[in-house]
């Protein structure tokens, strides 16, 4: 299991993380500034998001995976 945290506030809007991986990542403009926008949160599988999240200038992306052992989900990093 893979989700993504994405802190808006730190985002500055220099579009890496979209132009890596367009299809969970786009830019939008939101008060005047250009702001990353996570398209799914929790994606099956992992994909470009490890690129978007290389890519970011500010570390504005955080992935965690996580398995089941067999009595509960155990967070990696
Ligand atoms: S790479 Fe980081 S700073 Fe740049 S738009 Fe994406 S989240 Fe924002």
Redesign the pocket.
């Known amino acids: 299991m893979v989700k993504i945290e ?1 802190n808006k506030e ?9 132009a890596q991986c367009p299809d969970n ?1 786009e ?1 939008v403009e939101e008060e005047g500034q ?3 926008k996570l398209k799914n949160k929790e994606p099956a599988e992992l994909g470009c998001n490890q690129d ?1 999240t290389d ?4 570390n ?2 955080k992935i965690l995976k996580w398995f089941f052992n067999t009595t509960k989900f155990v967070l990696i990093i």
């Open positions: 994405y730190a985002c500055i809007g220099c579009g890496a993380c979209a990542w830019i250009y702001k990353a978007a890519s970011c200038p500010v504005a992306i």
